[in-house]
């Protein structure tokens, strides 16, 4: 069970940059997923999650409107497009799994139980 | 917004009894996740939906939650559990995955 971030780098600020999440070892199909960042020195920041077939999508106050997740199951993977992109947007990305594994038929979102190893975005002139 | 208050830093002796709280609103009504963040290293659950345990996490960490506090308990600590440790919720109203700042573990 694996996931591995792809895509960061260095972009001015007002630039845009598109990160990937690839999984392998699991039925990524199956699962809800997340995107989670973590800026230098400080703590976890939740950016989006989206739904195991893509129908429901919810954003972090701070990114909704500039950034878009989305995912191709066909391809086992998860993307997150970033537009208008600030200096406060330097980060550690994360993509993480949510497994789904509350007591009911169907879970809010929940737990997130694997995690990436993180692709580093830096907005920056 | 939801906001979840967890102390900057909690110190414990090794095999002594490390406690970090987590407090909001009413989050006993709430389903509360523990992570631990090792540096360099990307995040690991160690707690779930309040009290349960991932496969591999050693049975001297668990949690509980109710009123306004959850708490992660870490029994007989060792220098290994030295770490960040990050509470998390999911919080209805607005449809937002919330997490805690964080409390830095230091072993003594």
């Known amino acids: 069970v694996q996931l591995v971030e792809s895509g960061g780098g260095l972009v001015q600020p007002g630039g845009s940059l598109r990160l990937s999440c690839t999984a392998s070892?699991?039925?990524?199909?199956?699962?809800?997923m997340n995107w989670v960042r973590q800026a230098p020195g400080k703590g976890l920041e939740w950016v989006s999650y989206?739904?195991?077939?893509?129908?429901?999508?919810y954003y972090g106050d701070s990114v909704k409107g500039r950034f878009t997740v989305s995912r191709d199951n066909a391809k086992n993977s998860l993307y997150l497009q970033m537009n208008s992109l600030r200096a406060e947007d330097t980060a550690v990305y994360y993509c993480?799994?949510?497994?789904?594994?509350?007591?009911?038929?169907?879970?809010?979102?929940?737990?997130?139980?694997?995690w990436g190893q993180g692709t580093t975005v830096t907005v920056s002139s | 917004s939801y906001v979840l208050t967890q102390p900057p830093s909690v110190s414990v002796a090794p095999g002594k009894t490390a406690r970090i709280t987590c407090g909001g609103n009413?989050?006993?009504?709430?389903?509360v996740h523990w992570y631990q963040q090792k540096p360099g290293q990307a995040p690991v659950l160690v707690i779930y939906?309040?009290?349960d345990r991932p496969s591999g996490i050693p049975e001297r960490f668990s949690g509980s939650n109710s009123g306004n506090t959850a708490t992660l308990t870490i029994s007989r600590v060792e220098a290994g559990d030295e770490a960040d440790y990050y509470c998390?919720?999911?919080?209805?109203?607005?449809?937002?995955?919330?997490f805690g700042g964080g409390t830095k573990l230091t072993v003594l």
């Open positions: 009413d989050i006993g009504t709430k389903s």
């Open positions: 998390q919720v999911w919080h209805s109203s607005n449809n937002h995955v919330v």
């Open positions: 993480a799994r949510d497994p789904g594994d509350c007591s009911s038929t169907s879970c809010p979102p929940g737990d997130l139980d694997v």
């Open positions: 939906y309040d009290n």
């Open positions: 989206i739904s195991s077939s893509g129908d429901t999508i």
């Open positions: 070892g699991f039925t990524f199909s199956s699962f809800d």
